[in-house]
């Protein structure tokens, strides 16, 4: 559950960027860059800042969005999801108008990132598929290539939750080759070590020379953009490696190596496999000592992250619930407006028949009368 939301994390900030900003106005580039410096330490001032924006009069379209996705990342925030997608749909359909391909496709990742968010895998693949077909029909800018990046990360990350991880390469692969497109461009930077790493994780039970590669490519990227986490994530693959090689001394240093950067990094979740991977290996090196130390931290932290794992699963699963029964009631109150207007339609159409149908027949009477007479 935690990694998942690191995973999410960096594909969400990467949806907040400021590619929006229009040269020409600073102010409103200064009002973004300070409410994406907001997302992550209070979201609240986010949402404020990006509907500021909105108030303003004759701005441009691309801010509107620009402004709108502010407030969806801003309630994702404050794990309010209905809030969220609620606003990044007023962004993808202000996108569709403006015929804004680049946009267009930005705001369908979002979406489908939050949905995944709340484990609706149905609705994501629905966006995420979306965006692909149209990623697929445009031909985007240079600047814009890391866009079809992040949405095959998505959907390789998707496929690799779903236990398929043939098609979860090939979206990693085509997620790698656009990143490395535009080398100098940052958001394709900050994805590309998290896509080595997913694909690795997915060789490591099927080809392990290509999951090394693989990690080794994620980690030379993670140590270039200071990616911590990515970092320690590379490193613990590679010691899995060493240790089914049965070089458990290597792998051993390895993940003391990757220790520090997991603290640093606050990642329990990789803290808890770490002790988890020294207490085998010295299992395996007859070293009972160390062996009994690194089980007991293993338990130790396995025990705090299983009591933070249930209760972010209990927030999830609310959350989802709550989502779904806003839209049930959502749909409800659509059904029950649809309701009434056709009955008001059926009814006046009543009327209106009617009153063409006595009109007519007083008329024929008319008629009638008037023959005898």
């Not at 890391?146 to 997620?175: M, P, V």
């Not at 003391?256 to 988890?276: G, V, W």
């Not at 959350?319 to 009814?347: A, C, D, P, T």
């Amino acid at each position: 559950m935690r990694a998942l939301r690191i995973f999410l994390v960096m594909i969400l900030s990467i949806s907040t960027s400021l590619v929006f900003a229009q040269e020409g106005n600073k102010e409103l580039d200064s009002l973004i860059s300070s409410a994406n410096s907001f997302i992550f330490k209070n979201p609240q001032k986010t949402i404020d800042i990006g509907k500021d924006i909105l108030k303003k009069k004759n701005i441009e379209s691309s801010y509107k969005i620009s402004s709108y996705i502010l407030i969806s990342n801003g309630y994702s925030g404050l794990n309010d999801y209905q809030k969220s997608i609620e606003f990044a749909l007023k962004a993808n359909e202000l996108s569709e108008q403006t015929k804004d391909i680049a946009n267009q496709i930005r705001t369908l990742g979002l979406i489908g990132n939050q949905y995944i968010r709340i484990e609706m895998r149905d609705e994501a693949w629905h966006y995420l598929d979306k965006a692909d077909k149209l990623s697929q029909s445009v031909s985007l800018p240079g600047s814009k290539k890391y866009l079809i990046g992040n949405i095959n990360l998505l959907k390789g990350f998707l496929y690799k939750r779903s236990l398929d991880c043939g098609y979860a390469i090939k979206h990693f692969d085509k997620a790698i080759n656009e990143f490395k497109k535009d080398k100098d461009n940052g958001f394709a930077k900050a994805n590309l070590g998290q896509a080595y790493n997913q694909k690795a994780y997915c060789y490591l039970n099927i080809n392990k020379d290509s999951a090394q590669v693989s990690f080794e490519n994620g980690l030379a990227d993670a140590r270039k953009n200071g990616a911590k986490s990515l970092e320690c994530n590379a490193l613990i693959g590679l010691s899995e490696i060493k240790s089914s090689r049965k070089d458990f001394n290597s792998s051993n240093e390895t993940l003391l190596s990757a220790l520090p950067l997991s603290k640093e990094a606050q990642q329990i979740e990789m803290e808890s496999r770490i002790y988890k991977l020294l207490a085998e290996n010295f299992i395996e090196l007859n070293d009972f000592e160390n062996h009994q130390k690194y089980q007991k931290l293993f338990d130790s932290t396995q025990s705090k992250f299983a009591l933070e794992d249930v209760k972010s699963l209990n927030e999830l699963i609310q959350k989802r619930n709550e989502f779904k029964q806003k839209n049930f009631e959502s749909e409800q109150k659509k059904s029950v407006i649809i309701i009434y207007v056709l009955l008001g339609i059926l009814i006046l159409s009543g009327l209106t028949l009617s009153y063409f149908l006595v009109k007519k027949s007083k008329k024929i009477n008319q008629n009638i009368k008037n023959k005898i007479s």
